[in-house]
């Protein structure tokens, strides 16, 4: 733990010291003398270890690395307690890791080391020093020769851990290119040059210690990975390791066999007690499927993991991982003759599932029925049932990965997954569900799995219904019955969780486009249509129909025959719901409705080109409004406001747009506002007399203020150049605000105070929007900034006077759009606002109410979003939701579910409160301070102090009412 | 050679009355006292005069160990510590000593107070037979005495059930006592590590059974129950009150919670409420899911599941029924189906066996009219269902068990003799090992050979390693020189100098001499240093001298020459080794002399 804290120090610390140069030079050669010193004053070893024990928290500097190595392997030839050569040699091996030192200058010493040690332990260390070293030299292949003929010296030690660092040692530097031999042989080490780091690392697979079988088997594995060809004799040699008595030495001995699989699945390989033979790749499955019912959980996840990358296994044997009871087959091929026999012969097992079938029958050939698993035999039945969930877990991603790659074994999975839905953890349940969505492009559902499947969409957590809803949208089906009940049962769902509308909706959407025409044939049926008699027209505000109707018209999208058993008032339901609900309802070509036609052939292109030429739309829009030079211009104010009315309809017209078009109209009025703020006749009036009209006027300065708040902090995509604008527009309303409190108020300390302050406020953004400055020409704050000088030492009453002048003759400051701008929109799904029936408590205890929303492009929604409870006395509470309750289900979408707690005084009868979601937001973190720079408390407080952060809430969401009712607690 | 020998005393060839005795190195242990369900008379509870006539039971067994606490395996406790008479020691868990006496008490309740029976055990023997009581920890090792040692592992089936292994010096056997492979809703999978026992003594209820995947039996139960709910019916699942009731309970609670579920589950009460409480309790002991949830909720504080009042049954509506007992031969269970039987919309789920001749069994097998007492006739018109949710190791659960402990010989107890025989040929095949099937009374014998610990002291052991070569290959046997010291029941193994030592014995070293003839005019100094340097030039890389009192030493071998009395000319060789290098001085004779011989003679014709 110390090292790694030391070297975390150390990056830290080495930018910090390198401006001053100087003074690091002056202190190198002391450094390491201070330790020399301290070295020799130590007198006894518990004094040196302590010594070096601070000299391990401080840094070393690169320079200074090779004296400090000097000065302590001196020490260390000196030394004669263990402990403190071992942290020597930790402190070597450390030193090695300094960023810009070579330790190539230290290895001859380093090696020369271990001839003299006699501790295990030291020696252990002084190798662990070595391979760091190693390590940090990878471009010279001498040292590494040498260092791994230090590894093979020591690899007969008799201590454990010297065994396993060799064997590292040997893993990380084993020549990778070429069989060591050749080289060595010129070395002629003891070991003879003939053999190679393989067949020296597989010798220690049969160690006595498991520690050294498990090092030996990493050291390969490391091998494998800096792309050593393992040769296919190790296989042997891993599969005894399987059978390990030490779960760490199997759980290695189950990734090199998978290893080998994968080098060499087409090489073939006996089997044992028979002369056939087969693939390396089966019998690799065979034996780490054995592994799913290890004792050991940790290989059990291990091997079910491992199964699920093992592609190229013959079908044959993927499928045996889902049986139970075909057993012997998996190991010798057998004649049809005698598969039928066995088919027989395995009816002798119960399978438990009725009664009494488990009765002795005659006897048949029970030699055929093998009982233990040889091979993959229902090793995925196994590892779903296991009782560690993260085994479950690792099974159903294994599942699915081999049932990607292969269409039949999907199938024949499906069943295995559908069971899993039942699982007791909720995380492998909607595990399993999202699995089932991965593979459901290979498959078609029958109904009866259908059944099963949709009997999970009455489980009472939401993730897991539309984990459901989402698996629905790509599921194939295959008759008719198929979608009556897969309707039937999301109506039931909808009946029991009404919240789920939306999703239900949007599962019935998918379903009906991709199954028209087993849809066709039901039509009637769910429209309840008769051929002779007039049905009673249904309620279009049930969501029940309105899910039917989803449906239906998706259904006829690419059915054009459906249209025709639609009954009058399904025409005009389909007009109102293409209207209102416009992404649920594909556009339809109705023959002989003119106005469904029409009204279809505004919307009916909805590709490409509509977005463009709304986009044109918007920017002549803005184009036009731009001709506006002064704010006092005849017309002006016309334009503007339909401007504004233009925008706000693109807005919802047009999805993609409607961020924009939102954000233009908001600019728009408030110059509006301005506009008509400065028009008032009131400015020539004498002042007790404009009193009402001073009213409106500060209104709408406060509004406009507002207004800039919510243009900054509720659009994304904003660049600096909009963020500049919007912080002019705020410098005008306060300019206003200024001139209004000048003519109301009388008080010339409170109007020398608001000056300073609004002069302050022209600084600051200056400052901010320095660069922003030559885009602002002619604005407001242009001509603010030109008499600067003259208004910092004028009067506050002349100050005033030039205010208004400018305000009222600077120009409309033109808009330009950003590439991609959102809007951020909260919708509070539930509570929903409908209930009749009051929530009752006892007052002073609390209530909790659930509240779940979506909330679309908002940025750090944990921190900004606050749900604000409003309470009838006016009172209102706003509460902070923890992060865990937010999720992300897509990009720039959120999910808010979270509880709110409500409590009051006792009422007399129940009553409404307003439930509703607040963006908060403070002027402080605007773009400018990057907020990583926030979290340092020097920084924040180097910088000048800045104008006082504004802080505040915008609501963006739609208030929901709530009925409530605190009862009087008995007594 | 040393035997171990297993008698089942009941169990053998059966399920019920679970007995069986072992003899392990000279100890004797009793494994499970039960109670066979089907008997009322002396052949409930097992033959004690097996183990002795007269004498007390005490003498004669070292320790009694309980399994779990169904009454097939512990029902028969207080009759023999207590009126048989045992005074030893008893071992069974923390959760088995809790839930044991309730079950005890309840079945003596309905012997005496019921059935009216007398000389049966009193609610006091009970009591004090739970004082014997020694608790058990899983994977703690209790030594009973000096060398007899038992250790618990997890064994599923119920909650406390262990499998134990029992180990006199290096023998050892397992009883697995009834465990199940595949966890269930409440507890985990059974579990034991590589011990490698002599024998394995396992039970085979399901021998010939290899079970569908639980899921599926779960997703069929939970699915029949709703639908039957959803229709407005009624079902009825008779249980016995503990081990698979709590199974049901949670999955239906679990279900219901899932699903929203309003409907009534009502379970008839009695022992169960107190049951529960140690199901509440013993949290270690139950699966995953249980242990990790329970601080935010005890899964055995039901929320839907409430008690049942015999009123209930009459009430309309759905609504489910856990009822005791399970095989719908008497009692609350019994009335509720005579009440439910003729609507067709009803439903009884059978969880588990049914033994012949009760009313369970007949419905299940598909008859429709039962005869009731006083010649009353009852129409089944209810759907019947059966669900195995025993909670035994299926063939496949055995047979992994096996593979877990790896064991040397097999011995099957606690179930059918037809079944086992099926499964005996399958383990003998599979593993080729010996697998016995004793029926009760019958003894089986194994022998074991156990390994013989001798100590060996360092210094000898390392002197050993550093000669032979480098460390792999740990399984390849290697001589090594030492002497063998038996005494006072054990054994050493020390070096020979040691061993002279202890015994106070002198060295003695062998010698071997020869003479050698050859030919050589030269005087005896010149002969011997003409063979010293051709030995060197021979000889390279060991030590030979030229000792200054006219000898050559060869490692431990020297060379003396002395000239003939006859003939100056001859000179005679003696060759001296020890014992321990024998076979040097032949090489010695065979290739090097020869050599100088030849050359010696060469020279001079």
Redesign the interface.
């Known amino acids: 733990m110390l090292f790694v804290v030391a070297t975390v120090f150390l990056h830290l610390q080495i930018p910090h010291e390198e401006t001053p140069a100087k003074k690091l030079r002056l202190s190198k050669p002391s450094k390491s003398a201070a330790l020399h010193i301290d070295l020799c004053k130590a007198t006894n070893s518990t004094d040196a270890l302590q010594y070096l024990l601070q000299f391990a928290r401080k840094p070393v500097e690169a320079e200074s690395v090779e004296g400090v190595v000097r000065i302590l392997l001196e020490h260390y030839y000196k030394e004669t307690d263990n402990s403190v050569r071992l942290k020597i040699a930790s402190l070597l091996g450390l030193l090695s890791k300094t960023q810009g030192f070579s330790p190539d200058c230290i290895v001859d010493d380093a090696i020369n080391t271990l001839s003299n040690e006699k501790s295990h332990q030291v020696l252990a260390q002084l190798l662990e020093t070595l391979l760091i070293i190693g390590t940090q030299l990878p471009e010279s292949p001498a040292l590494r020769l040498r260092l791994v003929e230090v590894a093979y010296k020591h690899?007969?030690d008799?201590y454990f851990g010297v065994?396993n660092k060799c064997l590292q040692l040997l893993g990380c530097l084993g020549m990778v290119d070429a069989p060591l031999g050749k080289e060595n042989e010129g070395a002629g080490t003891s070991l003879g040059g003939l053999r190679d780091v393989q067949s020296i690392i597989s010798?220690?697979f049969?160690?006595?210690d498991p520690r050294v079988r498990t090092a030996a088997l990493k050291a390969m594995l490391q091998l494998h990975e800096r792309g050593m060809k393992i040769h296919q004799i190790i296989y042997d040699q891993a599969c005894r390791l399987l059978t390990d008595?030490y779960e760490q030495v199997r759980s290695a001995a189950v990734q090199m066999v998978w290893v080998l699989s994968q080098l060499y699945p087409e090489s073939i390989v006996p089997i044992p007690s028979s002369n056939e033979e087969i693939r390396l790749v089966d019998d690799a499955f065979g034996k780490i499927s054995h592994m799913v019912?290890d004792?050991s959980w940790m290989v059990r996840v291990q091997a079910a993991k491992t199964l699920g990358s093992m592609l190229q296994v013959s079908p044959h044997f993927l499928e045996q991982t889902l049986d139970?009871?075909l057993m012997s087959d998996l190991r010798r091929k057998r004649t049809a003759h005698e598969r039928a026999k066995e088919l027989f012969a395995s009816g002798?097992?119960?399978?438990?599932?009725?009664?009494?079938d488990?009765a002795?029958k005659e006897k048949l050939d029970?030699?055929t029925?093998?009982?233990?698993?040889s091979g993959a035999c229902?090793a995925f039945?196994h590892g779903?049932?296991?009782?560690?969930?993260e085994v479950r877990i690792a099974a159903v991603e294994a599942l699915c990965q081999l049932a990607r790659s292969s269409p039949s074994f999907a199938e024949k999975c499906l069943d295995?997954l559908v069971?899993?839905f039942?699982?007791?953890?909720e995380e492998v349940r909607l595990q399993s569900i999202h699995v089932l969505r991965e593979i459901s492009t290979h498959i078609t559902l029958r109904e009866d799995q259908l059944d099963?499947v949709l009997?999970v969409l009455?489980?009472?957590?939401r993730d897991i219904r539309e984990a459901l809803h989402e698996l629905l949208c790509y599921t194939n089906v295959s008759t008719k019955e198929c979608i009556q009940l897969a309707l039937l049962e999301l109506l039931k769902n909808l009946n029991?969780y009404p919240t789920d509308r939306n999703s239900v909706w949007k599962c019935l959407k998918f379903l009906g486009s991709r199954h028209p025409t087993l849809v066709l044939p039901l039509v009637p049926e769910l429209l309840s249509t008769h051929p002779y008699f007039d049905t009673p027209e249904p309620d279009m505000d049930d969501p029940a129909y309105i899910a039917v109707l989803v449906l239906v018209f998706n259904a006829a999208k690419s059915c054009p025959t459906m249209p025709a058993l639609f009954s009058d008032h399904t025409f005009r339901h389909y007009a109102y719901l293409r209207d209102s609900l416009s992404h649920l309802v594909p556009p339809l070509r109705l023959p002989g409705r003119k106005q469904v036609y029409g009204l279809d052939s505004v919307d009916s292109g909805p590709g490409s080109g509509s977005v463009e030429s709304a986009q044109l739309f918007l920017q002549q829009s803005l184009n036009r409004v731009s001709t506006i030079q002064n704010l006092e211009a005849p017309g002006a104010q016309d334009l503007l406001d339909l401007t504004t009315r233009d925008l706000l309809r693109l807005g919802e017209l047009q999805t993609e747009l409607a961020g924009a078009a939102d954000f233009c109209a908001t600019y728009l009025r408030c110059q509006l506002l301005l506009m008509k703020a400065l028009q008032e006749k009131l400015w020539n009036m004498a002042v007790p007399l404009c009193l009402k009209q001073n009213v409106t006027a500060t209104a709408a300065a406060q509004q406009i203020l507002e207004e800039t708040y919510k243009l900054e902090f509720l659009y994304s995509g904003l660049e600096s150049r909009q963020v500049a604008t919007i912080h002019h527009v705020r410098l005008q309303a306060k300019a206003l605000q200024l001139v209004l409190t000048a003519r109301t108020r009388q008080g010339l300390d409170l109007l020398i105070g608001s000056c300073e302050k609004f002069l302050q406020d022209v600084e600051s953004f200056q400052r901010l929007f320095l660069t922003e400055l030559p885009h602002l020409q002619d604005s407001f704050v242009d001509k603010l900034l030109e008499l600067m000088p003259r208004l910092s030492s004028c009067k506050p009453v002349e100050l005033v006077k030039i205010l208004q002048t400018t305000l009222r003759q600077s120009g409309l400051l033109q808009l330009r759009l950003p590439e991609q701008i959102h809007r951020a929109t909260a919708t509070i799904i539930e509570p929903t606002g409908e209930s009749d029936n009051p929530l009752r408590f006892t007052s002073g205890l609390v209530v909790a109410l659930d509240i779940d929303a979506t909330l679309e492009h908002v940025q750090d929604p944990q921190n900004t979003v606050k749900v604000q409870v409003l309470y009838p006395d006016g009172q209102s509470h706003v509460i902070h939701p923890k992060p865990g309750d937010f999720r992300k289900p897509g990009p720039h979408r959120h999910r808010l579910i979270t509880q709110v707690y409500l409590s009051h005084t006792a009422w007399t009868e129940p009553s409404q409160i307003e439930v509703r979601l607040l963006l908060a937001y403070s002027s402080s973190s605007t773009s400018l301070t990057s907020p990583s720079k926030l979290g340092w408390s020097e920084s924040l407080e180097s910088l000048p102090p800045a104008e006082a952060a504004v802080e505040g809430t915008i609501p963006f969401s739609k208030a929901v009412k709530v009925f409530i009712m605190p009862k009087p607690a008995r007594r | 050679m040393p035997e171990i020998k297993v008698t089942p005393l009941g169990a053998g060839q059966d399920v019920g009355r679970s007995c069986i005795l072992v003899s392990i190195g000279g100890k004797n242990i009793m494994l499970d006292c039960g109670m066979h369900m089907g008997y009322n008379d002396d052949r409930r509870f097992p033959d004690f005069s097996y183990i002795t006539q007269n004498g007390r039971l005490t003498d004669f067994l070292d320790c009694l160990i309980i399994s779990h606490f169904h009454l097939d395996h512990c029902g028969a406790l207080p009759y023999m510590s207590e009126m048989v008479g045992y005074d030893g020691p008893i071992y069974m868990t923390h959760p088995t000593k809790a839930i044991c006496p309730i079950l005890l008490e309840d079945f003596r309740k309905i012997t005496v107070d019921k059935k009216g029976e007398t000389n049966f055990f009193t609610s006091q023997m009970i009591k004090d037979c739970m004082k014997k009581v020694i608790p058990l920890n899983l994977h703690q090792t209790v030594q009973v005495d000096d060398e007899l040692e038992i250790k618990a592992y997890y064994a599923g089936h119920v909650l406390g059930a262990a499998m134990v292994h029992i180990k006199v010096g290096s023998e050892s056997v397992v009883y697995t006592g009834d465990y199940n492979m595949?966890?269930d809703?409440h507890l985990?999978?059974a579990?034991?590590?590589?011990c490698r026992p002599d024998i394995l003594i396992s039970e085979s209820t399901?021998a010939?059974?290899?079970?569908?995947?639980?899921?599926?039996?779960?997703?069929?139960f939970?699915?029949k129950v709703?639908e039957s709910i959803e229709r407005g019916g009624k079902v009825l699942i008779p249980v016995f009150a503990l081990g698979r009731a709590q199974e049901l309970c949670i999955l239906l609670e679990?279900f219901w919670?899932?699903?929203?579920l309003k409907a009534p589950i009502y379970f008839s009460t009695g022992l169960t409420e107190k049951a529960n409480h140690y199901y509440k309790l013993f949290i270690t002991w139950t699966?995953?899911?249980i242990r990790k949830t329970f601080v935010q909720r005890n899964m055995f504080e039901f929320k839907h599941i409430k008690a049942f009042d015999r009123s209930y049954a009459d009430n309309p509506g759905p609504m489910v029924v856990f009822a005791t007992p399970g095989m719908l031969h008497a009692g609350q269970s019994l009335q509720i189906f005579k009440k439910w039987a003729g609507n067709e919309k009803n439903m009884v789920i059978?969880p588990g066996y049914c033994v012949q001749g009760t009313i369970g069994h007949k419905i299940?097998?598909g008859q429709r009219k039962l005869e009731m007492e006083g010649r009353a006739t009852l129409d089944v018109k209810l759907q019947v269902e059966?669900?195995?949710f025993?909670a035994h190791a299926?063939?496949?659960g055995i047979?992994?068990l096996i593979?877990?402990a790896e064991p040397r010989n097999m011995l099957l107890v606690h179930g059918e003799a037809?079944?086992m025989e099926?499964?005996k040929?399958?383990i003998e095949?599979?593993?080729s090992i010996d697998c016995y099937m004793p029926a009760n009374g019958e003894t089986t014998t194994v022998t074991t050979n156990p390994s013989v610990p001798v100590d060996i002291s360092l210094n000898l052991l390392k002197r050993e390693?550093a000669l032979g070569g480098?460390?792999?290959?740990?399984?390849k046997p290697r001589t090594m020189h030492g002497t063998l010291i038996m005494k006072e029941n054990s054994l050493k193994l020390v070096s020979s100098e040691q061993a002279l030592k202890e015994l106070g014995l002198n060295e003695h070293q062998l010698r071997f001499t020869c003479h050698v003839q050859l030919q050589d005019p030269h005087s005896d100094a010149d002969t011997l240093h003409r063979i010293y340097t051709h030995l060197k030039s021979v000889l390279k890389g060991y030590t030979i001298q030229h000792l200054p009192d006219g000898t050559v030493i060869v490692e431990s071998i020297v060379i003396k020459v002395s000239s003939s009395a006859e003939d100056s000319n001859t000179k005679v060789l003696l060759l001296s080794w020890s014992y321990q290098v024998k076979t040097w001085t032949l090489f010695l004779e065979a290739a090097a002399l020869p050599g100088v011989t030849t050359k010696l003679s060469s020279r001079h014709p």
């Open positions: 690899l007969s008799t065994r010798d220690y049969g160690d006595q008595d019912s004792g139970k009871k002798e097992f119960s399978s438990g599932r009725k009664w009494a488990d002795p029970t030699n029925v093998n009982l233990i698993a229902g039945v779903l049932e296991d009782e560690m969930f295995f069971d899993m039942n699982d007791e953890i099963t009997a009455e489980d009472s957590s029991k | 595949t966890p809703r985990g999978a579990w034991i590590d590589k399901y010939t059974t290899i079970r569908d995947s639980k899921r599926c039996r779960e997703r069929d939970l699915k709703h679990t919670e899932r699903m929203n699966n995953q899911k059978m299940l097998n059966y669900m195995s025993s299926d063939a496949k047979m992994q593979r877990m037809v079944k099926f499964l040929g399958k095949q599979e593993f390693m480098p460390l792999p290959d740990p399984k």
